[in-house]
């Protein structure tokens, strides 16, 4: 049996699916043509356009193509799955699942998978592994001085394979790989917690991505997707242990109650991924509260994620007003 494969073809259209979206760009009133034709989907915000593979973008040829399109009988046309963005003149489709894209200052959580020669390999959910040099960490204690070949006979006393550590992205190399940086103390190794992975589109740039809730959790929501949740660290430097920095050893004073706390909002994170609804710490502590109706055993049943979701996206638009 012969099996023949064909490109892709977009779906027709006509006038009435169609919107004139006009912006203005120095002063000029442009008109770009966008496929609105998305039956079954229900968009929040109606400013959002997500096309699928093979889809119409724009026919308007006064547009440039960027990442994720392609240009067929002057038409621009997606070739993913992804959200239209445009930056005047330049129309681009972000994927909607994607290895991590960093920028500098990015603040990531990562784990280590490699110790080598004056670096370690941390897994960002990047392309490549991150690199973490020894001349970018602090030493214990907070000492000031340069690195010595006896802090290279210790590396694997700062990190070693499997441990959890929280940076900064600093640079990138030649090669694309990300440089990361953990100079300041609310950056380091990361205990007392658990470790949740969501999709990095998901996690809504910050001001600050390190919060304290309510619930006396803290959160720091990685850039790249990978989230933390642990039990309250101190902010002020009088109160943290420069010694204790680079321990293995969680903190003996986390109550039944912290736990559950942790468990909690973890499950309420992963309830708002389920849902492909952004991540910020707004939304985790109007889930948290739509939680406590439910017990914790049962969080992970779809239908009460759902109702967790729903809860705290009404919640934060009741506040919006």
Known sequence: ???????????????????????????????????????????????????????VITTDTAFMRGHGTYIEEEKVLSSLAGVVERVNKLISVKPLHSRYTGEIGDVVVGRITEVAQKRWKVDVSARQDAVLMLSSVNLPG?????????????????????????????????????????????????????????????????????????????VILGLNGYIWVSAHVPESLDEIDTEQVYSNKNKDDITPSDRESIARVANCIRALAQEFIFINDTIISFAYEASLQHALKDMHKKEIMHEIAVEAVSAVDNMKG
């Open 142 to 218: 907070g000492v000031q001085r340069r690195k010595q070949e006896s802090d290279e006979l210790q590396m694997r006393n700062f990190f070693m394979e499997g441990d959890l550590v929280v940076a900064e992205v600093q640079a990138f190399f030649g090669d694309g790989a990300y440089s990361l940086h953990t100079r300041s103390l609310k950056y380091g190794k990361l205990r007392n917690g658990s470790f949740i992975s969501v999709s990095p589109a998901l996690v809504q740039r910050c001001k600050s991505h390190f919060h304290s809730l309510s619930c006396g959790v803290d």
């Open 1 to 55: 049996m012969n099996i023949s494969f064909h490109s892709p073809v977009p779906r027709a259209t006509n006038e009435k699916s169609r919107k004139k979206s006009g912006k203005r760009h120095g002063g000029n009133e442009v008109d770009m043509d966008l496929d609105d034709d998305h039956e079954g989907v229900v968009l929040k915000d109606p400013t959002i356009h997500v096309v699928t593979p093979a889809e």
